[in-house]
C-alpha cells in the first residue's frame, strides 16, 4: 500500500484564488513529520511547510497553510491568493519514528501538477 | 545561510561509462546527507543516506555507489552505467538531530544515459 497519496495529478486555479492540493498518509508509527515541497519546472525541490504529528495547530508558512486531520490522516495543503509562480508539482511527504532515531527517510507523493491561470 | 550546490547541472554518458555526481553544503557542519533519484513525472527515491564522514547506508541495492570524503561533500558514483541509471539526481541535507530534521535539496543534477 502506498504510505502517501496524493490523489489530484493536475489542477487548475485562477490567480487570486485559494486552492487545496490532497494528500493522504498511511503510518502506524505515533511519531511522524509531514513535508510539502513545491517543485517548479527548473527542478529544484523547495521546502514549503512542516506538520509535526504532535503538533496540536496547524502550520503556516506565508500564504501556505497545512490542514491537518489527524484522525482522517490527511495533510492537505492550502494556498491563498494564488500567484502565477504558484504553477509548480508540489508533493507531500513523510517522515516516520522519532528524529535523530534513525529514521531518515522521507516517503514521497507522486505529486500534484498545479497550474494558475491568469 | 545555507547553500547546497549540485555539479554537473547536466550529463550526457554512453552506457558502461563511469559517473561522478558531486554535492557540498556550505554553512552548516555535521549535515545529514542524502542522494535521491526522480524518474520522470514520478516522486523521489532515495538511494543514500549518510550520517558522517564515511558512514553511508543505502536504502535500494543498484549500480550506484555513494562515498563521503569530507564533512559537506557527499558523491555518488558509478563504474558502469545503465540506461535504467537516467534520470534526475537530487542532493539533500538536513540539520542533524534537529526537531524537525527537514530536508532541503540541491538544484539537481539530469543524467542521460544513451
Known amino acids: 500500500a502506498q504510505k502517501i497519496t496524493q490523489t ?31 517543485q517548479p519546472s527548473s527542478g529544484e525541490m523547495i ?68 497550474s494558475v491561470i491568469p | 545561510s545555507q547553500t547546497i550546490h549540485q555539479w554537473p547541472a547536466t550529463l550526457v554518458q554512453p552506457v558502461g561509462s563511469p559517473l561522478s555526481l558531486e554535492c557540498t ?37 543498484q549500480n550506484l555507489s555513494a562515498s563521503r570524503p569530507q564533512d559537506r561533500q557527499f558523491i555518488l558514483s558509478s563504474k558502469k552505467l545503465l540506461l535504467s541509471d537516467s534520470g534526475f539526481y537530487l542532493c539533500a541535507w538536513s540539520p542533524r538531530l534537529a526537531a524537525r530534521e527537514t530536508q532541503y535539496f540541491g538544484p539537481g543534477t539530469r543524467l542521460l544515459v544513451l
Open chain 1, 8 to 38: 489530484q495529478p493536475g489542477m487548475f486555479v485562477q490567480e487570486k484564488e485559494a486552492v487545496t492540493l490532497d494528500c493522504t498518509y498511511d503510518t502506524s508509527d505515533p511519531s511522524y513529520g509531514l513535508f510539502w515541497y513545491k
Open chain 1, 47 to 114: 521546502f514549503l511547510i512542516y506538520q509535526g504529528s504532535y503538533d496540536q495547530q496547524n502550520a503556516t508558512e506565508g500564504r501556505y497553510s497545512l490542514n491537518f486531520q489527524k484522525a482522517r490522516k490527511s495533510a492537505n495543503l492550502v494556498i491563498s491568493a494564488s500567484q502565477l509562480g504558484d504553477s509548480a508539482m508540489y508533493f507531500c511527504a513523510m517522515r516516520e519514528g522519532l528524529t535523530g532515531a534513525g529514521s531518515y527517510q522521507l516517503t514521497f507523493g507522486k505529486g500534484t501538477k498545479l
Open chain 2, 25 to 61: 553544503v556550505e554553512g552548516t557542519s555535521n549535515p545529514n546527507l542524502y542522494w535521491y533519484r526522480q524518474a520522470a513525472g514520478r516522486g523521489l527515491q532515495l538511494l543514500f543516506y549518510s550520517v558522517g564522514i564515511g558512514q553511508i547506508s543505502s536504502e535500494v541495492p
